[in-house]
């Protein structure tokens, strides 16, 4: 009996050393896998747990190139390296929303609806139509976006933002380093452009009356116009309706400050800009494709005067210039502790990105 205790206790030690056996086989393999199940063919990445899926990937990825035509021209290796930035920066604003959902900033419904109303103001309901079809967007897609746009919003001005504190001796010591960019050494004109063209109004710009696009068009809608602005109308609001000139059609027709040797360039925009009073705006001028008196009509434009500046050392005590280089200053703090802390919620983030395997596997065969 004890020798049979004894050959079955040592059995027992036998199967126990051989499951450790095999325990120690399998454990580096699973550190060197990451202990993580690969997941579906639809999902290009997890942060935290939360799949993101290659159908948004695509979408995104087909959204920002825009243009059917480019994505045609793209080789395998271009377009999948497209697809890695537009994966990353999925990868990044996840790992935002999942704070965000923390700290209960996310956006709300209001929050959004607000700003699909205030862009859809700025077109008409074909024009809006056009535009989401374009990037290949239903209205779902475009509220999702808004709202993870707003609640990254949210999160950085309550985290970063909101703790920037600019001194007075910061300003001192900003402007004592470049006291010389406050040195203007020609007068400066701030404008305000709305433009009409001979052509067919461009996309963005609000279709009015004005179909075939003719000059004499142009020039009708164009005084149409200055009349409204004389009767009270604003000049921003309708620069953001009707100006084709699509580089400043968003800001309201806000040109910034031009200096008197560019605004020279064009005499007959210096002599009726020069005449103005801020506030005041000019009468229809014409645009012509180039100088001289054989050259054909382009468009028609107003210009408004939103400010004069002269000459000469503008000095610390002056509060424009105060409040320029806090504004300056304050978003270079900013741009570089959002740098810091997207940094720090990156680290701290599970992140697996199997595009990128799935790239790196594709390139190495």
């Known amino acids: 009996m004890q020798v049979e205790s004894f050959f079955r206790a040592?059995?027992?030690?036998?199967?126990?050393?051989?499951?450790?056996?095999?325990?120690?086989?399998?454990?580096?393999?699973?550190?060197?896998?990451?202990?993580?199940?690969?997941?579906?063919?639809?999902?290009?990445?997890?942060?935290?747990?939360?799949e993101i899926m290659r159908a948004d990937l695509e979408k995104l990825y087909r959204a920002n190139l825009g243009d059917s035509q480019q994505q045609q021209q793209l080789d395998t290796d271009e377009a999948d390296m497209k697809r890695l930035n537009v994966l990353d920066g999925m990868i990044e604003d996840e790992i935002l929303q999942q704070r965000a959902a923390k700290l209960n900033l996310a956006a709300s419904?209001?929050?959004?609806?607000?700003?699909?109303?205030?862009?859809?103001?700025?077109?008409?309901?074909?024009?809006?139509?056009?535009?989401?079809?374009?990037?290949?967007?239903?209205?779902?897609?475009?509220?999702?976006?808004?709202?993870r746009s707003l609640t990254q919003t949210k999160v950085v001005n309550k985290e970063i933002d909101s703790k920037i504190n600019i001194t007075d001796a910061e300003i001192t010591g900003y402007y004592n380093s470049h006291k010389s960019e406050y040195n203007l050494i020609e007068p400066q004109y701030r404008l305000a452009q709305i433009v009409v063209t001979g052509a067919p109004p461009q996309q963005g710009a609000m279709q009015s009356a004005r179909k075939g696009g003719t000059e004499a068009e142009a020039r009708k809608e164009i005084?149409?116009?200055?009349?409204?602005?004389?009767?009270?109308?604003?000049f921003g609001t309708l620069a953001s309706e009707f100006s084709e000139n699509a580089q400043y059609r968003p800001n309201g027709g806000d040109m910034g400050f031009v200096t008197e040797t560019q605004l020279k360039g064009d005499s007959e925009v210096y002599n009726a800009v020069s005449k103005l009073r801020p506030g005041q705006v000019t009468e229809p001028l014409t645009v012509y494709d180039g100088p001289g008196p054989n050259h054909k009509v382009v468009a028609f434009a107003l210009y408004k005067l939103l400010g004069r500046e002269a000459a000469g050392q503008r000095e610390l005590n002056d509060p424009r210039v105060q409040q320029s280089i806090r504004q300056g200053l304050r978003e270079r703090k900013s741009q570089l502790l959002k740098t810091a802390y997207f940094e720090m919620l990156h680290n701290n983030a599970t992140v697996h990105n199997y595009f990128a395997e799935e790239v790196l596997k594709k390139g190495a065969q």
């Not at 095999?22 to 639809?42: E, F, K, M, S, Y």
């Not at 699909?116 to 056009?130: C, H, I, Q, R, Y």
Request: aromatic share 2%; with cysteine; net charge negative.
């Open 10 to 50: 040592h059995a027992r030690v036998a199967v126990f050393i051989l499951a450790l056996g095999t325990l120690l086989v399998v454990i580096p393999g699973c550190v060197l896998c990451g202990c993580h199940r690969a997941p579906g063919a639809d999902v290009v990445a997890t942060v935290n747990g939360k």
């Open 109 to 147: 419904d209001e929050d959004v609806n607000a700003k699909v109303t205030e862009m859809k103001a700025l077109s008409t309901e074909e024009e809006w139509e056009n535009q989401l079809k374009q990037r290949g967007l239903t209205l779902e897609d475009l509220k999702r976006n808004i709202r």
């Open 223 to 234: 005084e149409s116009i200055r009349t409204r602005i004389a009767s009270g109308e604003d």
